[in-house]
Nanobody, 121 residues
Framework: QDQLVESGGGLVQAGDSLRLSCAASERPFSMYSMGWFRQAPGKEREHVVVASWSGGGTYYRDSVKGRFTISRDTAKKTLYLQMTNLKPEDTAIYYC??????????????WGQGTQVTVSS
């Protein structure tokens, strides 16, 4: 069964750090692209960072460049999002996703249930 399970969200203050994790089952973890998206209340879902470890590159949203880092542990089949210097505008539900091709559009095939990140000022 295809599965992505996020964890690590929470309530933090501006300037703090958080690390999100996404535990994946075999098929989504082996797909061409994985990434993180987020959706704030009343806003559309947007990409945070998407990547391909098969040579397709890594694409960060401009507003998170230099603050967020995507990585993965193949042995644990887990995707991570390290977030530093968090800002109130980073407040959103964060979703992990996997897809057969790389795109920044939120049209990925497999999605997790999301984890809430709230940044207070």
């Amino acid at each position: 069964q295809d599965q992505l399970v996020e964890s690590g969200g929470g309530l933090v203050q501006a300037g703090d750090s958080l690390r999100l994790s996404c535990a994946a089952s075999e098929r989504p973890f082996s797909m061409y692209s994985m990434g993180w998206f987020r959706q704030a209340p009343g806003k559309e879902r947007e990409h945070v960072v998407v990547a391909s470890w098969s040579g397709g590159g890594t694409y960060y949203r401009d507003s998170v460049k230099g603050r967020f880092t995507i990585s993965r542990d193949t042995a644990k089949k887990t995707l991570y999002l390290q977030m530093t210097n968090l800002k109130p505008e980073d407040t959103a539900i964060y979703y992990c996703a996997a897809n057969k091709f790389l795109t920044t559009d939120p049209i990925y095939e497999i999605w997790g249930q999301g984890t809430q990140v709230t940044v207070s000022s």
